[in-house]
């Protein structure tokens, strides 16, 4: 056990003493002090912690929409851009390093030292990658858990699902960059690997999702797109049929990849606030800003952030982490150091 937590602190050192570390933790207090500087007054909506005041009739101080509006702000905005992809990218930058690095001669040498299996050393190692992804989540969603906690008096320990969700959706592109630096020993072909395969499942994610939308949203509000000039007409929901099947063929094609946006946007389900009025489920933050409230395009946009079941996101992904993790562990395995 002792020999167990000298490793993983060993690699929480090295983390900490990267450049990258402290250059993502302090966008991440940035970006943390940004959201928390954003308030309700009676009229509207204020940033800067009362800095600059904007009249916005339907979002004010103590009403369901001014709950919505700092909720879909968090899932939609944050949670979307700057935690599941901004901060992933900085994280992958920081950690690629940590296999070829461990696997250089001298290194290696101590670690097989240790009365540990090559199994357990990977994984500690592994465990230490995403600790940097943890460690950074969990401050920021102090922060936020603050900020909403004085500006909605909603103290919602809900938004601490950030920390595993986020860890996660990092970890299936983390064993991608592991597996890559064991087989390859290389800093750069580790990180430009795990990038070019994050980049090609996330190609996979949009083209099921707008499919989804062209197929199954669009025609359940008599619409269709023109595929050759981009334009929108009316039209009849069964003429969707050769969409459906397309989207078919991309959702068997996309189950057995990593769904590290799908797990992202999981957290627009997981975080409900407590407010003025029950928490309106399909409602993005451009429709809410807008003002304009249109039932059934909500009940359609819940029905397509719903469309796939948490098992099926998380187990899917799983399992195609535990392969490539697997994989990993018998070439560590068998390589002779």
């Not at 595993?164 to 290389?186: D, K, M």
């Not at 994050?198 to 197929?215: F, N, R």
Request: net charge neutral.
């Amino acid at each position: 056990m002792t020999q167990a937590l000298t490793i993983l602190l060993d690699s929480l050192r090295m983390l900490r003493a990267s450049k990258m570390f402290w250059i993502s933790l302090w966008i991440s207090a940035l970006v943390a002090l940004s959201y928390a500087s954003i308030g309700f007054t009676d009229v509207g909506i204020s940033l800067g912690f009362g800095m600059m005041n904007f009249q916005v009739p339907f979002i004010r101080r103590d009403t369901a929409e001014a709950t919505e509006f700092y909720r879909l702000l968090f899932t939609d905005v944050i949670v979307r851009f700057w935690l599941g992809w901004f901060s992933l990218v900085l994280a992958l930058i920081s950690t690629c390093s940590i296999f070829p690095q461990f696997l250089q001669p001298g290194s290696i040498d101590l670690a097989l030292s240790k009365p540990l299996s090559r199994a357990r050393l990977f994984l500690l190692k592994y465990l230490g990658g995403l600790s940097f992804v943890a460690t950074q989540t969990l401050l920021f969603c102090v922060v936020a858990f603050i900020a909403i906690g004085y500006r909605l008096d909603s103290w919602s320990w809900q938004v601490f699902w950030a920390v595993p969700v986020i860890t996660f959706s990092f970890s299936l592109v983390f064993c991608v960059s592991a597996l890559i630096g064991v087989l390859t020993r290389s800093m750069i072909f580790s990180l430009l690997g795990s990038l070019l395969f994050w980049a090609m499942t996330l190609v996979a994610q949009w083209s099921e999702d707008a499919l989804y939308k062209m197929a199954y949203v669009l025609p359940e509000m008599g619409l269709k797109i023109d595929l050759a000039s981009g334009g929108i007409s009316e039209a009849d929901p069964a003429q969707s049929n050769d969409l459906r099947e397309t989207h078919r063929k991309i959702s068997a094609l996309v189950a057995i990849l990593p769904k590290t946006r799908e797990c992202t946007l999981l957290l627009k389900r997981l975080i409900v606030l407590e407010g003025p009025a029950n928490p309106r489920t399909g409602l993005d933050l451009g429709a809410l800003l807008s003002g304009n409230s249109d039932a059934e395009l909500e009940r359609l946009m819940e029905q397509y952030e719903q469309r796939h079941s948490v098992s099926y996101l998380i187990g899917t992904s799983l399992a195609f982490e535990l392969l490539v993790l697997g994989l990993a562990i018998v070439v560590f395995q068998r390589r002779d150091y």
